[in-house]
T-cell receptor, first 117, second 115 residues
Framework: QQQVKQSPQSLIVQKGGISIINCAYE??????FPWYQQFPGKGPALLIAIRPDVSEKKEGRFTISFNKSAKQFSLHIMDSQPGDSATYFCAASAPLTRGSTLGRLYFGRGTQLTVWP | GAGVSQSPSNKVTEKGKDVELRCDPISGHTALYWYRQSLGQGLEFLIY????????KSGLPSDRFSAERTGGSVSTLTIQRTQQEDSAVYLC?????????????FGPGTRLLVL
């Protein structure tokens, strides 16, 4: 079963608007939450990441909001640009525990973002 | 330095044939991961290497799939007797260590189509 659930599957936003992608998880062992950005024909690349000891992390136009009690986190892209059009994946990983794989990332299914000029 | 490279970039094969996919990680990276990306399915973990050993093979979908890593560097993913459901993009990632917060750097992937 999907350990990280991501929505929406696709998103269309006007240039200058705010793009919001949401993810939820169940495994409380998860302790690191990265977002990856993937352009067509390329591999995913790390965009921004957060640990659950903070509720928000901002890097330029990209912000992760984290709600530990709700086990949810989201990516906000402010002032969305056509160059942001890509597929975005949320992910989670956990420290080594019994039965887990060190460093393994559990990915959401992805959100295809299109920003219209 | 150079990023993660994968070859071939595209592979078309006939059902029942064997294929080998290659991954060259970033030099010095000890951890190497294989993922599979199918349309609308996100990235599915296949196998992980720490050095040359594979502590976790639990993601391999069947015994037709195998992987090895030699010299702590290059890795090969082999799919025997390919099936149409094996068609996907196979992604390799490497990281400096296997620490769970270490950034994983992905290659461009190998697009496999089984006819």
């Amino acid at each position: 079963q999907q350990q990280v659930k991501q929505s929406p599957q696709s998103l269309i936003v006007q240039k200058g608007g705010i793009s919001i992608i949401n993810c939820a998880y169940e495994n409380t062992a998860f302790d690191y939450f990265p977002w990856y950005q993937q352009f067509p024909g390329k591999g995913p690349a790390l965009l921004i990441a957060i640990r659950p000891d903070v509720s928000e992390k901002k890097e330029g136009r990209f912000t992760i909001s984290f709600n530990k009690s709700a086990k949810q986190f989201s990516l906000h892209i402010m002032d969305s640009q056509p160059g942001d059009s890509a597929t975005y994946f949320c992910a989670a990983s956990a420290p080594l525990t019994r039965g887990s794989t060190l460093g393994r990332l559990y990915f959401g299914r992805g959100t295809q973002l299109t920003v219209w000029p | 330095g150079a990023g993660v490279s994968q070859s071939p970039s595209n592979k078309v094969t006939e059902k029942g044939k064997d294929v080998e996919l290659r991954c060259d990680p970033i030099s010095g990276h000890t951890a190497l991961y294989w993922y599979r990306q199918s349309l609308g399915q996100g990235l599915e973990f296949l196998i992980y290497f720490q050095g040359n050993s594979a502590p976790d093979k639990s993601g391999l979908p069947s015994d037709r799939f195998s992987a090895e890593r030699t010299g702590g560097s290059v890795s090969t993913l082999t799919i025997q007797r390919t099936q149409q459901e094996d068609s996907a993009v196979y992604l390799c990632a490497s990281s400096a260590t296997a620490w769970f917060q270490e950034t994983q750097y992905f290659g461009p992937g190998t697009r496999l189509l089984v006819l």
